[in-house]
């Protein structure tokens, strides 16, 4: 099992900056990939980026060009750069963990960003 512990959201101006981080703890050797979500309100959750064990990473198209997900053994980030509106929303860490028999999703607890116009 894994524990995540976030940090770095906040409130920022558009076209600003954040870093997000995010500590994973516990049987971090079947760790498969990790990768940010974020949810607005009323909208669902939805994916960010993720990065795979295997050094792959994918993006969702809207912050494509703009955000950077790195990995560092047990621990992921999230650079933001070039910030809007339209990012403002609950950002959550995310684990996929291999079990015996099957994968398990892991969740951070959320952190808040709010992109001000």
């Known amino acids: 099992q894994v524990q995540l512990v976030e940090s770095g959201g906040g409130l920022v101006q558009a076209g600003g900056s954040l870093r997000l981080s995010c500590a994973a703890s516990g049987s971090i050797s079947r760790i498969n990939a990790m990768g940010w979500y974020r949810q607005a309100p009323g909208q669902q959750r939805e994916l960010v980026a993720v990065?795979?064990?295997?050094?792959s990473t994918n993006y969702a198209d809207p912050v494509k060009g703009r955000f950077t997900i790195s990995r560092d053994n047990a621990k992921v980030y999230l650079q933001m750069n070039s910030l809007k509106p339209e990012d403002t929303a609950v950002y959550y860490c995310?684990?996929?963990?291999?079990?015996?028999?099957?994968?398990?999703?892991?969740w951070g607890q959320g952190t808040q960003v709010t992109v001000s116009s």
């Open positions: 990065t795979t064990s295997g050094g």
């Open positions: 995310h684990v996929l963990w291999a079990g015996r028999w099957s994968d398990y999703n892991y």
